[in-house]
């Protein structure tokens, strides 16, 4: 079992940014692929970053490249998203996920392992 909690979320005012952690333990492994997905109100879950093992390669969401930065520690075990230029619609629950799975990092069906979640408020 791989267990991942997720802090950082709260209220910020549009253009401003926040930092989001997820802590993984368990049974995580640094060869795991580390995303971050997200549920806007009246919306299915939907993908927003990933990052494999090694930090070779990184995956956005297109509506988020540029403004936000997925990245790993892999000492720490640990995989942040810095959120800048926040939108009202980037308002959502922030998950972070964990995956065996190499390919496919855009799709929540290679994530083996879920957080519970992180409210981030957007306010205009």
């Known amino acids: 079992q791989v267990l991942l909690v997720e802090s950082g979320g709260g209220l910020v005012q549009a253009g401003g940014s926040l930092r989001l952690s997820c802590a993984t333990s368990g049974r995580a492994r640094t060869s795991h692929t580390l995303g971050w997905f997200r549920q806007r109100p009246g919306r299915e879950r939907e993908f927003v970053a990933a990052v494999n093992w090694d930090s070779t390669r990184k995956n956005y969401a297109d509506i988020v490249n540029g403004r936000f930065t997925i990245s790993r520690d892999n000492a720490k075990y640990t995989v942040d998203l810095q959120m800048n230029m926040l939108y009202p619609d980037d308002t959502a629950v922030y998950y972070c996920?964990?995956?065996?799975?190499?390919?496919?990092?855009?799709?929540?069906?290679?994530?083996?392992?879920w957080g519970r979640g992180t409210q981030v408020t957007v306010s205009s």
């Open positions: 996920a964990a995956g065996a799975s190499s390919f496919g990092l855009d799709y929540a069906r290679n994530y083996d392992y």
